[in-house]
């Protein structure tokens, strides 16, 4: 294992075989960064006094690996929500948004999944026998026993499972996301930081317009006709980056004959 060493108040940095760092820390707390580059860009030494020795553990590109962003066609895949609360309210919400076809199972549900229209509801505790037609599952029950459960249950039948706010029960996670019409922008810090991605979100809103939306369909509409009347792809490619910068500058200018003209 490589050592690193700082000079002056850093004091001398060790990584260990375990992915600890030990480190003599002199004079209190310290900002150390880009510790070891593409790993840690910023950390933190808490002050212990006068001259020590501490472990501390590091998190970064070689101890977890991220979640692959795979966006996947929900409408009429049946999906199995289990809870009928507040946090199984929210899940049927992003759902309901991408058109699955969503049955909840619950002895009881709040009013506002009551009042869900197009979905079905059950009335009773789960059954394995109902996870048999599922493509995947939502454990959104209030009991953490209950979700780890449904998720084994899952597991040995190959289901796609997620279950909230318990990490290592999931096979996928929910991102944070902004949709407009066929266009989305999804973010995830691997179940690390809800912070982050909602500070992400709230960035990418402004411009993620409802005339982006309808942009991005009408450019979908041409495709076949720029496919049969263009030659090249790069060509195309000039042809949509064009019909883009009129849309985003006034989109009723994308009329039929303007676009015959370009």
Avoid at 18 to 33: H, L, Q
Avoid at 106 to 122: G, L, N, S, W
Avoid at 216 to 236: N, P
Wanted: proline fraction near 3%; hydrophobic fraction near 35%.
């Amino acid at each position: 294992q490589s050592k690193l060493v700082f000079y002056g108040n850093y004091g001398e940095w060790l990584n260990n075989p375990d992915g600890t760092v030990e480190n003599v820390i002199k004079n209190g707390e310290r900002d150390v960064r880009n510790l070891r580059r593409g790993n840690l860009s910023v950390w933190k030494a808490p002050a212990i006094g006068r001259s020590g020795v501490r472990e501390y553990k590091m998190q970064g590109r070689s101890g977890k690996m991220a979640y692959f962003p795979m966006f996947v066609q929900l409408k009429k895949k049946k999906c199995l929500v289990i809870g009928g609360g507040k946090i199984a309210l929210r899940k049927i919400e992003v759902l309901k948004d991408f058109e699955a076809d969503i049955t909840v199972i619950a002895p009881e549900m709040i009013t506002q999944i009551r009042q869900i229209d197009q979905i079905c509801r059950i009335f009773r505790t789960f059954m394995e026998k109902d996870f048999n037609e599922a493509d995947f599952v939502i454990a959104a029950t209030d009991d953490q026993k209950t979700n780890h459960e449904i998720s084994q249950i899952c597991r040995r039948k190959k289901i796609p499972v997620n279950a909230v706010d318990q990490k290592e029960d999931c096979s996928f996670i929910f991102p944070s996301y902004v949709k407009e019409g066929e266009v989305v922008a999804a973010f995830s810090s691997g179940g690390q930081s809800p912070m982050i991605t909602q500070y992400l979100k709230e960035k990418i809103k402004p411009n993620l317009t409802e005339e982006l939306g309808q942009i991005a369909q009408i450019l979908g509409s041409l495709r076949a006709f720029a496919k049969s009347c263009i030659a090249t792809e790069q060509q195309r490619k000039e042809f949509y980056k064009e019909l883009l910068q009129i849309g985003l500058e006034d989109i009723d200018s994308l009329e039929e004959q303007r676009i015959n003209e370009i």
